[in-house]
């Protein structure tokens, strides 16, 4: 796979439920980022977790890391119609000389009312 | 809150034009970058630039590509002679300057180009 590459594709839950994304990646990293997208419009940055943190939350938001698998997850617990949107995991890798995104495919989510 | 703008919100031009898309950083950050996304792709990385110069660019960042900070609030990028596959959205971020483990990049809300 891709570096950045998120599952599933598409997710389709019910409000208040929760919905949970995974990210995979391939390099060594400094930093996984995630961020939403609405459709057409502009990425709006949700969380950063660094290379030596496990977990991190903010708000409705839970962030994994595992760097042995090269995987993170995303759980937006409690999910609002609000929620609808893409998300996308982009990823720092070491091997570059400044910072750079790569980004995944994302997981367009849908949160019915 | 600070954040990035975009100018305009929506561009169409004719093949083989040049085009300027434009963006303001926020005011503190000293590293600006392009992105883009053709629709249903992913995002894509285009140029980074930091200290007035290119500090890493991508294959799609070809000849026809430039960039520049005019003054000390402008971030530009130059198409020269725009093509078709060029359509896409293109997206400024700004970054402080610090550690590489928790620098966050900001983005803008996009210009969408249409090239016809």
């Known amino acids: 796979s891709q570096q950045g590459e998120e599952d599933p594709q598409a997710l389709s839950i019910q409000e208040g439920e929760n919905a949970t994304m995974n990210c995979s990646y391939k390099?060594?990293?400094?930093?996984l980022q995630w961020y939403r997208q609405n459709s057409g419009r502009g990425l709006v940055h949700l969380i950063l977790?660094?290379?030596?943190?496990r977990e991190k939350h903010s708000g409705r938001l839970r962030v994994t890391l595992d760097t042995s698998k090269k995987s993170s997850s995303l759980l937006i617990t409690a999910s609002r119609a609000a929620d609808t949107a893409s998300y996308f995991c982009?990823?720092?890798?070491?091997?570059?000389?400044?910072?750079?995104?790569?980004f995944g495919t994302g997981t367009r989510l849908l949160v019915s009312p | 809150e600070p954040e990035v703008t975009q100018t305009p919100s929506h561009q169409v031009t004719q093949m083989g034009q040049e085009v300027i898309l434009r963006c303001v950083p926020i005011?503190?950050?000293?590293?600006f970058y392009w992105y883009r996304q053709i629709l249903g792709q992913k995002v894509e990385f285009l140029v980074s630039?930091?200290?007035?110069?290119?500090?890493?660019k991508s294959e799609i960042f070809d000849d026809q590509f430039s960039v520049e900070r005019p003054d000390g609030s402008n971030f530009t990028l130059k198409i020269r002679s725009t093509k078709l596959e060029d359509s896409a959205m293109y997206f400024c971020?700004?970054?402080?300057?610090?550690?590489?483990?928790?620098?966050?990049?900001?983005f803008g809300p996009g210009t969408r180009l249409t090239v016809l």
């Open positions: 971020a700004s970054s402080e300057i610090g550690s590489r483990s928790t620098d966050t990049q900001y």
């Open positions: 390099t060594s990293i400094n930093n």
């Open positions: 977790i660094r290379s030596n943190e």
């Open positions: 982009a990823t720092d890798a070491k091997n570059t000389g400044f910072q750079k995104l790569v």
């Open positions: 005011s503190n950050h000293l590293y």
């Open positions: 630039f930091y200290n007035n110069e290119i500090s890493e």
